[in-house]
Protein backbone atom coordinates (compact mmCIF):
# COMPACT_ATOMS: atom_id res chain seq x y z
CA UNK A 1 0.00 0.00 0.00
CA UNK A 2 1.14 3.79 -0.49
CA UNK A 3 2.01 5.55 2.33
CA UNK A 4 -0.20 8.16 4.24
CA UNK A 5 0.81 11.27 3.04
CA UNK A 6 1.11 13.99 6.02
CA UNK A 7 2.15 17.99 5.33
CA UNK A 8 2.78 20.33 7.84
CA UNK A 9 3.58 24.19 7.12
CA UNK A 10 5.23 26.32 9.51
CA UNK A 11 4.84 29.58 9.45
CA UNK A 12 8.78 31.75 9.42
CA UNK A 13 7.59 34.82 11.29
CA UNK A 14 8.60 34.16 15.23
CA UNK A 15 11.34 32.71 17.78
CA UNK A 16 9.96 29.14 18.55
CA UNK A 17 9.12 29.31 22.38
CA UNK A 18 8.19 25.99 24.60
CA UNK A 19 4.64 26.33 23.72
CA UNK A 20 5.82 25.76 20.00
CA UNK A 21 7.96 22.82 21.12
CA UNK A 22 5.72 20.60 23.07
CA UNK A 23 2.49 21.39 20.74
CA UNK A 24 3.85 20.94 17.69
CA UNK A 25 7.30 20.44 17.40
CA UNK A 26 7.67 17.57 19.63
CA UNK A 27 5.23 15.36 18.49
CA UNK A 28 5.71 15.95 14.79
CA UNK A 29 8.90 14.95 14.89
CA UNK A 30 8.28 11.97 16.93
CA UNK A 31 5.30 10.98 14.21
CA UNK A 32 7.98 11.23 11.38
CA UNK A 33 9.39 7.95 12.29
CA UNK A 34 6.23 6.10 12.10
CA UNK A 35 6.30 3.41 9.46
CA UNK A 36 4.01 3.61 6.84
CA UNK A 37 3.89 7.21 6.38
CA UNK A 38 5.31 10.24 4.66
CA UNK A 39 5.91 13.47 5.84
CA UNK A 40 6.56 16.76 4.13
CA UNK A 41 7.55 19.56 6.09
CA UNK A 42 7.96 23.19 4.81
CA UNK A 43 9.11 26.32 5.93
CA UNK A 44 5.98 28.92 4.91
CA UNK A 45 8.03 32.01 4.44
CA UNK A 46 5.25 32.91 1.50
CA UNK A 47 2.86 32.74 4.34
CA UNK A 48 4.23 34.79 6.30
CA UNK A 49 4.34 38.05 4.06
CA UNK A 50 0.77 38.09 4.54
CA UNK A 51 1.70 39.53 8.26
CA UNK A 52 5.13 40.45 7.88
CA UNK A 53 6.98 43.38 6.02
CA UNK A 54 10.45 43.08 7.59
CA UNK A 55 12.82 41.48 5.19
CA UNK A 56 15.28 40.92 7.82
CA UNK A 57 12.58 39.40 10.48
CA UNK A 58 11.69 36.72 7.75
CA UNK A 59 14.66 36.15 7.06
CA UNK A 60 16.16 35.36 10.74
CA UNK A 61 13.00 33.50 11.19
CA UNK A 62 12.67 30.84 8.62
CA UNK A 63 16.94 30.46 9.34
CA UNK A 64 16.03 30.05 13.27
CA UNK A 65 12.88 27.56 12.73
CA UNK A 66 15.21 25.48 10.49
CA UNK A 67 17.57 25.30 13.05
CA UNK A 68 15.08 24.72 15.23
CA UNK A 69 13.38 21.43 13.96
CA UNK A 70 16.33 19.91 13.20
CA UNK A 71 17.88 20.56 16.44
CA UNK A 72 15.16 18.61 17.89
CA UNK A 73 15.74 15.57 15.60
CA UNK A 74 14.08 16.20 12.24
CA UNK A 75 15.69 14.07 9.95
CA UNK A 76 16.17 15.58 6.39
CA UNK A 77 17.13 12.39 4.99
CA UNK A 78 14.29 10.61 6.01
CA UNK A 79 11.49 13.25 5.09
CA UNK A 80 10.92 15.67 2.78
CA UNK A 81 12.14 19.26 4.62
CA UNK A 82 11.76 22.07 2.39
CA UNK A 83 11.12 26.24 2.30
CA UNK A 84 7.95 26.73 0.09
CA UNK A 85 9.62 29.82 -1.51
CA UNK A 86 12.38 27.50 -2.95
CA UNK A 87 9.30 25.44 -4.83
CA UNK A 88 7.70 27.85 -7.50
CA UNK A 89 5.69 25.22 -8.43
CA UNK A 90 3.50 26.19 -5.81
CA UNK A 91 2.82 29.67 -6.95
CA UNK A 92 1.89 28.07 -10.32
CA UNK A 93 -0.61 25.69 -8.91
CA UNK A 94 -1.77 28.98 -6.53
CA UNK A 95 -3.23 30.60 -10.10
CA UNK A 96 -4.63 27.57 -11.14
CA UNK A 97 -6.92 27.36 -8.17
CA UNK A 98 -7.32 30.61 -7.85
CA UNK A 99 -9.03 29.87 -11.10
CA UNK A 100 -11.42 27.72 -10.32
CA UNK A 101 -11.84 29.09 -6.38
CA UNK A 102 -15.23 30.56 -5.83
CA UNK A 103 -14.81 34.26 -4.50
CA UNK A 104 -17.94 33.91 -2.37
CA UNK A 105 -16.47 30.83 -0.42
CA UNK A 106 -13.16 33.00 0.29
CA UNK A 107 -15.91 35.75 1.54
CA UNK A 108 -16.22 33.54 4.16
CA UNK A 109 -13.05 32.70 5.29
CA UNK A 110 -12.34 33.48 9.06
CA UNK A 111 -9.60 35.74 8.98
CA UNK A 112 -10.62 38.13 6.48
CA UNK A 113 -14.19 38.27 7.69
CA UNK A 114 -12.54 38.84 10.73
CA UNK A 115 -10.85 41.48 9.98
CA UNK A 116 -13.61 43.23 7.68
CA UNK A 117 -16.13 42.94 11.21
CA UNK A 118 -12.95 44.79 13.14
CA UNK A 119 -13.47 47.60 10.17
CA UNK A 120 -16.99 47.65 10.57
CA UNK A 121 -17.03 47.79 13.95
CA UNK A 122 -14.44 51.10 13.66
CA UNK A 123 -16.72 52.35 10.77
CA UNK A 124 -14.01 51.58 7.92
CA UNK A 125 -14.59 50.48 4.89
CA UNK A 126 -15.24 46.63 4.63
CA UNK A 127 -11.77 46.22 2.73
CA UNK A 128 -9.60 49.11 4.60
CA UNK A 129 -5.96 48.04 5.34
CA UNK A 130 -6.98 44.16 3.74
CA UNK A 131 -4.53 42.59 1.58
CA UNK A 132 -5.35 40.45 -1.53
CA UNK A 133 -2.89 38.60 0.12
CA UNK A 134 -4.63 37.99 3.12
CA UNK A 135 -7.98 37.39 1.21
CA UNK A 136 -6.00 34.77 -1.09
CA UNK A 137 -4.00 33.04 1.77
CA UNK A 138 -6.74 30.12 1.90
CA UNK A 139 -5.80 29.58 -1.84
CA UNK A 140 -1.95 29.25 -1.20
CA UNK A 141 -2.73 26.38 1.43
CA UNK A 142 -4.68 24.52 -1.24
CA UNK A 143 -1.18 24.66 -3.24
CA UNK A 144 0.53 23.88 -0.49
CA UNK A 145 -1.32 20.47 0.21
CA UNK A 146 -2.87 19.56 -3.24
CA UNK A 147 0.56 19.90 -5.42
CA UNK A 148 1.94 17.00 -3.19
CA UNK A 149 -1.78 14.97 -2.68
CA UNK A 150 -1.45 15.12 0.93
CA UNK A 151 -3.53 12.85 2.76
CA UNK A 152 -3.78 14.13 5.94
CA UNK A 153 -3.20 17.70 7.19
CA UNK A 154 -2.61 18.28 11.24
CA UNK A 155 -4.41 21.99 11.80
CA UNK A 156 -5.63 23.68 15.05
CA UNK A 157 -9.10 24.17 14.89
CA UNK A 158 -9.30 27.29 13.62
CA UNK A 159 -7.51 26.04 10.49
CA UNK A 160 -10.27 23.45 9.75
CA UNK A 161 -12.05 25.58 7.75
CA UNK A 162 -9.11 25.89 5.23
CA UNK A 163 -8.65 22.06 4.69
CA UNK A 164 -12.21 22.09 3.47
CA UNK A 165 -11.68 25.01 1.07
CA UNK A 166 -8.77 23.15 -0.10
CA UNK A 167 -11.26 20.31 -0.65
CA UNK A 168 -13.54 22.30 -2.59
CA UNK A 169 -11.29 23.86 -4.76
CA UNK A 170 -9.15 20.58 -5.38
CA UNK A 171 -13.01 19.02 -5.90
CA UNK A 172 -13.72 21.56 -8.47
CA UNK A 173 -10.72 21.17 -10.47
CA UNK A 174 -11.21 17.63 -11.18
CA UNK A 175 -14.89 18.41 -12.14
CA UNK A 176 -13.99 20.74 -14.43
CA UNK A 177 -10.89 18.88 -16.09
CA UNK A 178 -12.52 15.38 -15.69
CA UNK A 179 -10.31 13.67 -13.89
CA UNK A 180 -8.97 12.69 -10.21
CA UNK A 181 -5.65 15.39 -10.14
CA UNK A 182 -6.20 16.15 -6.70
CA UNK A 183 -6.68 13.51 -3.83
CA UNK A 184 -8.60 15.62 -1.36
CA UNK A 185 -7.15 15.74 2.23
CA UNK A 186 -8.45 15.49 5.52
CA UNK A 187 -7.72 17.86 8.69
CA UNK A 188 -6.65 15.95 11.51
CA UNK A 189 -6.82 17.58 14.83
CA UNK A 190 -5.07 16.04 18.21
CA UNK A 191 -7.65 16.68 20.71
CA UNK A 192 -3.91 15.81 23.25
CA UNK A 193 -1.88 18.65 22.09
CA UNK A 194 -0.60 20.40 25.02
CA UNK A 195 -1.39 24.40 25.11
CA UNK A 196 1.19 26.09 27.88
CA UNK A 197 0.36 28.93 30.00
CA UNK A 198 2.80 31.61 29.37
CA UNK A 199 4.78 33.85 31.97
CA UNK A 200 0.74 35.46 32.73
CA UNK A 201 -0.96 32.59 32.80
CA UNK A 202 -2.74 33.03 29.68
CA UNK A 203 -1.67 31.07 26.50
CA UNK A 204 1.75 31.09 25.97
CA UNK A 205 2.02 33.55 22.75
CA UNK A 206 3.96 36.01 20.83
CA UNK A 207 0.68 38.17 20.77
CA UNK A 208 0.43 38.18 24.29
CA UNK A 209 4.24 39.12 24.81
CA UNK A 210 4.10 36.13 27.11
CA UNK A 211 6.33 33.22 25.93
CA UNK A 212 9.52 31.46 27.26
CA UNK A 213 12.01 31.44 24.07
CA UNK A 214 13.25 27.47 23.54
CA UNK A 215 17.01 28.19 23.02
CA UNK A 216 17.26 31.23 25.51
CA UNK A 217 20.56 30.64 27.40
CA UNK A 218 20.80 28.82 30.76
CA UNK A 219 20.25 31.85 32.96
CA UNK A 220 17.79 33.73 31.34
CA UNK A 221 15.54 30.54 30.91
CA UNK A 222 15.87 30.48 34.69
CA UNK A 223 15.62 34.04 35.04
CA UNK A 224 12.41 33.78 32.85
CA UNK A 225 10.84 30.62 34.86
CA UNK A 226 11.38 32.42 38.51
CA UNK A 227 9.03 35.53 36.87
CA UNK A 228 6.21 32.65 36.49
CA UNK A 229 3.03 34.44 38.08
CA UNK A 230 1.58 32.39 40.89
CA UNK A 231 -0.73 33.20 43.65
CA UNK A 232 0.26 34.51 47.16
CA UNK A 233 0.23 30.53 49.32
CA UNK A 234 2.99 30.74 51.48
CA UNK A 235 5.30 27.88 52.00
CA UNK A 236 3.98 25.02 54.06
CA UNK A 237 0.53 25.76 52.40
CA UNK A 238 -1.64 23.73 50.28
CA UNK A 239 -1.56 24.43 46.48
CA UNK A 240 -3.44 23.85 43.52
CA UNK A 241 -1.79 21.80 41.02
CA UNK A 242 -4.45 22.05 38.45
CA UNK A 243 -4.68 25.83 38.26
CA UNK A 244 -0.88 26.20 38.56
CA UNK A 245 1.31 27.24 35.77
CA UNK A 246 4.26 26.27 37.41
CA UNK A 247 2.40 22.67 37.90
CA UNK A 248 1.24 22.88 34.05
CA UNK A 249 4.84 23.11 32.65
CA UNK A 250 6.10 21.05 34.63
CA UNK A 251 3.90 18.32 33.65
CA UNK A 252 4.33 19.21 29.96
CA UNK A 253 7.96 17.66 30.32
CA UNK A 254 8.14 15.61 33.15
CA UNK A 255 7.30 11.39 33.31
CA UNK A 256 3.96 10.39 34.71
CA UNK A 257 5.92 9.25 38.18
CA UNK A 258 7.88 12.69 38.36
CA UNK A 259 4.41 14.73 37.92
CA UNK A 260 2.49 12.23 40.45
CA UNK A 261 5.44 13.32 42.81
CA UNK A 262 5.31 17.08 42.09
CA UNK A 263 1.67 16.62 42.39
CA UNK A 264 1.86 15.23 46.08
CA UNK A 265 4.68 18.22 46.35
CA UNK A 266 2.02 20.85 45.97
CA UNK A 267 -0.53 19.45 48.25
CA UNK A 268 2.11 18.95 50.80
CA UNK A 269 2.54 23.28 50.70
CA UNK A 270 6.24 23.32 48.65
CA UNK A 271 7.27 27.00 48.49
CA UNK A 272 6.88 28.18 44.71
CA UNK A 273 10.48 28.80 44.67
CA UNK A 274 11.10 25.24 45.13
CA UNK A 275 8.39 25.14 42.62
CA UNK A 276 10.69 26.47 40.03
CA UNK A 277 13.51 25.20 40.66
CA UNK A 278 12.42 22.24 40.18
CA UNK A 279 10.33 23.32 36.88
CA UNK A 280 13.62 25.20 35.55
CA UNK A 281 16.03 21.86 36.26
CA UNK A 282 13.41 18.86 34.66
CA UNK A 283 13.02 21.86 31.16
CA UNK A 284 16.53 22.16 30.86
CA UNK A 285 17.35 18.79 31.32
CA UNK A 286 15.22 18.01 28.33
CA UNK A 287 16.05 21.29 26.45
CA UNK A 288 20.07 21.40 27.06
CA UNK A 289 21.30 18.64 24.84
CA UNK A 290 18.96 20.10 21.91
CA UNK A 291 20.08 24.16 22.28
CA UNK A 292 23.69 22.99 22.13
CA UNK A 293 22.86 21.26 18.97
CA UNK A 294 20.91 24.41 18.10
CA UNK A 295 23.71 26.76 18.89
CA UNK A 296 25.66 24.38 16.31
CA UNK A 297 23.58 24.78 13.51
CA UNK A 298 22.66 28.74 13.76
CA UNK A 299 26.53 29.13 13.22
CA UNK A 300 26.22 27.14 10.09
CA UNK A 301 23.90 29.20 8.11
CA UNK A 302 24.76 27.85 4.92
CA UNK A 303 24.77 24.26 5.94
CA UNK A 304 21.13 24.53 6.94
CA UNK A 305 20.98 26.96 3.45
CA UNK A 306 22.18 23.75 1.48
CA UNK A 307 20.08 21.35 3.33
CA UNK A 308 16.81 23.15 2.44
CA UNK A 309 18.25 23.68 -1.36
CA UNK A 310 19.01 20.03 -1.72
CA UNK A 311 15.23 19.06 -0.01
CA UNK A 312 13.66 21.50 -2.14
CA UNK A 313 15.63 20.18 -5.50
CA UNK A 314 14.78 16.48 -4.85
CA UNK A 315 10.91 17.22 -4.17
CA UNK A 316 10.82 19.06 -7.03
CA UNK A 317 12.05 16.37 -9.16
CA UNK A 318 10.14 13.82 -7.51
CA UNK A 319 6.69 15.06 -7.27
CA UNK A 320 6.37 19.38 -8.33
CA UNK A 321 7.51 19.34 -11.75
CA UNK A 322 5.90 15.81 -13.12
CA UNK A 323 2.44 16.88 -11.47
CA UNK A 324 2.30 20.86 -12.87
CA UNK A 325 3.31 19.63 -16.31
CA UNK A 326 0.55 16.98 -16.06
CA UNK A 327 -2.09 19.50 -14.97
CA UNK A 328 -0.38 22.52 -17.69
CA UNK A 329 -1.99 19.71 -20.34
CA UNK A 330 -5.25 19.80 -18.58
CA UNK A 331 -6.07 23.09 -18.15
CA UNK A 332 -4.47 23.86 -22.27
CA UNK A 333 -1.27 25.26 -21.47
CA UNK A 334 0.31 22.83 -23.84
CA UNK A 335 2.72 22.10 -26.88
CA UNK A 336 0.86 23.81 -30.02
CA UNK A 337 2.71 21.26 -32.37
CA UNK A 338 0.73 18.35 -30.52
CA UNK A 339 -3.10 19.81 -30.57
CA UNK A 340 -5.86 17.59 -30.69
CA UNK A 341 -9.44 18.16 -31.93
CA UNK A 342 -12.95 16.58 -31.25
CA UNK A 343 -15.08 16.16 -27.72
CA UNK A 344 -13.49 14.67 -24.98
CA UNK A 345 -13.92 12.54 -22.38
CA UNK A 346 -13.01 15.03 -19.86
CA UNK A 347 -15.56 17.54 -21.18
CA UNK A 348 -18.38 14.92 -20.85
CA UNK A 349 -17.40 14.48 -17.26
CA UNK A 350 -16.94 17.60 -16.40
CA UNK A 351 -20.54 18.29 -17.11
CA UNK A 352 -21.44 16.04 -14.29
CA UNK A 353 -23.44 17.18 -11.23
CA UNK A 354 -21.31 18.13 -8.03
CA UNK A 355 -21.09 17.83 -4.65
CA UNK A 356 -19.26 20.80 -3.35
CA UNK A 357 -18.72 20.50 1.17
CA UNK A 358 -17.42 23.56 2.93
CA UNK A 359 -17.76 25.47 6.68
CA UNK A 360 -20.01 28.01 7.40
CA UNK A 361 -19.19 30.53 9.92
CA UNK A 362 -21.41 29.35 12.53
CA UNK A 363 -19.12 26.18 12.61
CA UNK A 364 -21.04 23.76 11.06
CA UNK A 365 -20.57 21.37 7.92
CA UNK A 366 -23.11 22.04 4.61
CA UNK A 367 -22.76 20.52 1.29
CA UNK A 368 -24.81 22.30 -1.89
CA UNK A 369 -25.44 19.75 -5.00
CA UNK A 370 -24.77 22.26 -8.05
CA UNK A 371 -25.14 21.56 -11.80
CA UNK A 372 -22.72 23.52 -13.89
CA UNK A 373 -23.46 26.88 -11.74
CA UNK A 374 -26.76 26.28 -10.66
CA UNK A 375 -27.41 25.54 -7.52
CA UNK A 376 -30.14 22.26 -7.07
CA UNK A 377 -30.17 21.36 -3.42
CA UNK A 378 -28.63 23.17 -0.10
CA UNK A 379 -28.09 20.71 2.88
CA UNK A 380 -28.75 22.08 6.49
CA UNK A 381 -25.86 22.19 8.64
CA UNK A 382 -23.88 19.62 10.46
CA UNK A 383 -22.03 19.46 13.31
CA UNK A 384 -18.98 17.66 11.48
CA UNK A 385 -17.57 16.78 8.23
CA UNK A 386 -17.86 13.52 8.73
CA UNK A 387 -21.76 13.68 8.76
CA UNK A 388 -21.69 15.71 5.90
CA UNK A 389 -19.94 13.41 3.75
CA UNK A 390 -21.54 10.42 4.77
CA UNK A 391 -25.06 11.83 3.59
CA UNK A 392 -23.36 12.95 0.53
CA UNK A 393 -22.15 9.32 0.27
CA UNK A 394 -25.82 8.17 1.05
CA UNK A 395 -27.57 10.40 -1.52
CA UNK A 396 -24.75 8.81 -4.14
CA UNK A 397 -25.22 5.28 -3.28
CA UNK A 398 -28.94 5.43 -3.12
CA UNK A 399 -29.74 8.04 -5.89
CA UNK A 400 -32.78 9.66 -5.60
CA UNK A 401 -35.30 7.22 -5.40
CA UNK A 402 -36.01 7.49 -2.22
CA UNK A 403 -36.16 11.80 -1.49
CA UNK A 404 -39.13 13.14 -0.42
CA UNK A 405 -40.19 16.38 -1.30
CA UNK A 406 -42.14 16.91 2.00
CA UNK A 407 -43.06 20.43 2.72
CA UNK A 408 -42.44 23.35 0.50
CA UNK A 409 -38.65 23.32 -0.79
CA UNK A 410 -37.75 20.88 2.17
CA UNK A 411 -36.20 17.53 0.93
CA UNK A 412 -36.05 14.02 3.44
CA UNK A 413 -34.31 10.67 2.53
CA UNK A 414 -36.82 8.59 4.31
CA UNK A 415 -37.26 10.35 7.74
CA UNK A 416 -33.94 12.58 7.87
CA UNK A 417 -34.59 16.10 6.52
CA UNK A 418 -31.88 16.59 4.02
CA UNK A 419 -32.08 20.18 2.99
CA UNK A 420 -34.06 22.72 0.73
CA UNK A 421 -34.78 22.87 -2.71
CA UNK A 422 -33.43 26.34 -4.48
CA UNK A 423 -35.89 28.70 -6.01
CA UNK A 424 -37.32 27.25 -9.08
CA UNK A 425 -35.91 23.72 -8.60
CA UNK A 426 -38.41 20.43 -8.95
CA UNK A 427 -37.58 17.57 -7.02
CA UNK A 428 -36.93 15.52 -10.68
CA UNK A 429 -34.08 17.58 -11.07
CA UNK A 430 -32.22 16.75 -7.93
CA UNK A 431 -33.27 12.51 -8.87
CA UNK A 432 -31.76 13.27 -12.11
CA UNK A 433 -28.63 14.83 -11.19
CA UNK A 434 -27.97 12.05 -8.41
CA UNK A 435 -29.07 9.16 -11.17
CA UNK A 436 -26.12 10.60 -13.37
CA UNK A 437 -23.48 10.62 -10.49
CA UNK A 438 -24.78 7.01 -9.67
CA UNK A 439 -23.99 6.08 -13.22
CA UNK A 440 -21.23 7.55 -13.33
CA UNK A 441 -20.03 6.07 -10.17
CA UNK A 442 -21.11 2.36 -11.63
Same mark, same amino acid.
Given at each position: ???????????????????????????????????????????????????????????????????????????? !??????????????????????????????????????????? #????? !????????????????????????????????????????????????????????????????????????????????????????????? #?????????????????????????????????????? &????????????????????????????????????????????????? &??????????????????????????????????????????????????????? &??????????????????????? !???????????? $?????????????????????????? $?????? $????????????????
Amino acid at each position: MSPTRILTGITTSGTPHLGNYVGAIRPAVAASRTAGVESFYFLADYHALIKVQDPARVQRSTLEIAATWLACGLEP !DKVWFYRQSDVPETQELTWFLTCVAGKGILNRAHAYKASVDKN #REAGE !DDDAGISAGLFMYPVLMAADILLFNANKVPVGRDQIQHIEMARDFGQRFNHLYGEEFFDLPEAVIDENVATLPGLDGRKMSKSYDNTIPLFVR #RETLKKLIYSIVTDSRAPGEAKDADNSNVFQLYQAFAS &EQETAAMRQAFADGIAWGEAKQALFERIDHEIAPLRARYEELIARPADI &EAILRVGASRLRARYAQPTLARLRSAVGLRDLSQSSTGTTKKAAKASLPLFKQYR &EGDGRFYFKLVDGDRLLLQSIGH !DSARTAGQLIGR $LKQEGGAALQNVDNAAVHLGDELVGH $LHEGVE $LAEVVEALAQLVAEDA
